[in-house]
């Protein structure tokens, strides 16, 4: 069954510590995004990669940290320096051989802050 | 500047009417164009996405858009609404210098009132 899969489905922090998404893809696509999501503002993109080893700020990057050592994988850290992280995370990936294909999303993970 | 705009919050509407979501764009080049639909606490579900052709586009769920681009829109729409329709919506972009970037709109929230 492919697809995006993201855990926990909740995540419960205090505030001075960090915590790690999760997310994984066995789509074999290329690109992977991270969305920050509060209510009435839609999505605003942390990060992504576009390959391998490499990845850009979004709009929204501080505060947030991000690896992509395999293609599968796009883990994405809340810092202690990110100063209002309750929110919706989604993680989302394409194709990036072609700009008409559209992305896939994980099912989100929600964080609250303590 | 790549953006998406889409004007109302929300929508309201009696189940069995016909539906109409709007969405406007400002893209450079080619706009590759994209609907999503997203449950309470879910991620993102792909609806239809408009490349080049038809400017009738037929999605999943018996939903279409209409693809204008003198009035560089591209609303949903759907003949007959059902309350399970209910939900909030999002146009998207692909496009601009970084293709792998998705400019996505703020949402509408439609309800389908029985």
């Known amino acids: 069954d492919g697809g995006i899969t993201q855990s926990p489905k909740y995540l419960f922090r205090k505030e001075g510590q960090n915590v790690t998404l999760s997310c994984e893809q066995n789509l074999n696509h290329d690109a992977m995004y991270w969305y920050r999501q509060d209510p009435g503002q839609g999505l605003r993109l942390i990060y992504y990669s576009q390959i391998v080893n490499d990845f850009q700020k979004g709009d929204i990057a501080e505060g947030y940290s991000v690896s992509r050592e395999k293609k599968e994988s796009f883990p994405l850290t809340v810092t202690s320096a990110q100063k209002n992280p309750t929110a919706f995370y989604l993680c989302?990936?394409?194709?990036?051989?072609?700009?008409?294909?559209?992305?896939?999303f994980g099912p989100g993970t929600r964080l609250t802050v303590l | 500047a790549q953006s998406v705009a889409q004007p109302e919050d929300q929508v309201n509407v009696a189940e069995g009417n016909p539906l109409t979501v709007k969405c406007t764009y400002s893209?450079?080049?080619?706009?590759?164009l994209f609907w999503y639909v997203q449950y309470p606490n879910r991620g993102l579900q792909f609806l239809l996405k408009?490349?080049?052709?038809?400017?009738l586009v037929k999605g999943s769920y018996g939903f279409e858009a209409e693809f204008n681009k003198s009035q560089t829109s591209f609303h949903l729409k759907k003949p007959s609404a059902l309350v399970s329709d209910s939900a909030l919506y999002f146009c998207a972009v692909r496009g601009g210098w970084d293709f792998n970037k998705f400019y996505f709109g703020s949402g509408t929230k439609l309800n389908v009132k029985p």
């Open positions: 893209v450079s080049g080619n706009p590759y």
């Open positions: 989302a990936s394409s194709i990036t051989s072609e700009n008409y294909n559209e992305q896939f």
């Open positions: 408009y490349i080049t052709g038809d400017n």
